[in-house]
Structure formats: C-alpha cells, structure tokens
C-alpha cells in the first residue's frame, strides 16, 4: 500500500482540443552545413492540437514519440585536396628579404566523416 502527498494545484487536468488529442508538428528539414563528409541540418519540433495545429506545452505529446530535430546529411565523403600551412621562419635573411629558405607544410586531406578534415595518403591528391 502507498500513498503519495502532492502540493495543492500541482496537478493539472490535460486540457482537451476539440477532437482531444496532441501531437508533434515538424518544420521541413533546412539546409545541410556542409556539402559532403557529414554535415548536420535541422528542423523545428513542436506540439500542437490535433485539430488546430496550435503550438501548446510540449509536455502535452508523448515524448517517446518525438521526431529528431537534427540529423547527419551529405554523408559522402568529399574529394581529396591539398592543403599548405603556413610560411615559417627564413633559415637567412638581412631582414627584409629571405636569401635562403623558407619552409611549409603541404598535404593531402580527405573530409570522410563528421565534417572532420583527415590526413590522407599524397598519392590521393596526386591527380590534382
């Protein structure tokens, strides 16, 4: 046997629309973030009367029943490229002009997945 002790007016009766019932209204899906290796889009969730389509409280729909507000779009991986880093330091110079040599890093990257660059063999970038 059990018994419960609430505070006064902390239950509510679910207000009732005309056919009684809630449900989740989802906006379309906007743009992707990214044009390949996984970009993320979104959309607007919201609960609504069934018969008005009336934004109310989300605690009125079941939320077991909730459509995704993101999900992984252009998923393909994108094209090898290359890519250079920065000039460093002249190894000589007077100052003004480098007279021996300057260096960089230049490799080959592949965005695969998540949208996250990742360094890939050079023979990849090779036909570039």
């Known amino acids: 046997e059990f018994e419960y002790s609430l505070k006064k007016d902390a239950v509510k009766e679910t207000p009732v629309g005309q056919s009684?019932?809630?449900?989740?209204?989802?906006?379309?899906?906007?743009?992707?973030n990214a044009p390949c290796g996984g970009g993320t889009r979104a959309r607007e969730v919201f609960c609504s009367a069934v018969d008005t389509f009336e934004r109310v409280d989300d605690g009125l729909c079941d939320p077991y029943?909730?459509?995704?507000?993101?999900?992984?779009?252009?998923?393909?991986p994108c094209k090898p490229r290359w890519n250079v880093g920065?000039?460093?330091?002249?190894?000589?110079?007077?100052?003004?002009?480098?007279?021996?040599?300057?260096?960089?890093?230049?490799?080959?990257?592949q965005t695969l997945?998540?949208?996250?660059?990742?360094?890939?063999?050079?023979e990849q970038c090779s036909e570039l």
């Open 113 to 122: 997945a998540n949208n996250i660059p990742s360094l890939v063999e050079d």
């Open 20 to 32: 009684g019932g809630y449900s989740w209204t989802q906006a379309s899906w906007g743009e992707c």
């Open 65 to 76: 029943l909730r459509p995704p507000e993101n999900e992984t779009c252009n998923a393909s």
């Open 86 to 109: 920065d000039w460093g330091n002249c190894t000589e110079g007077n100052g003004t002009d480098c007279t021996q040599f300057q260096f960089r890093n230049v490799f080959c990257e």
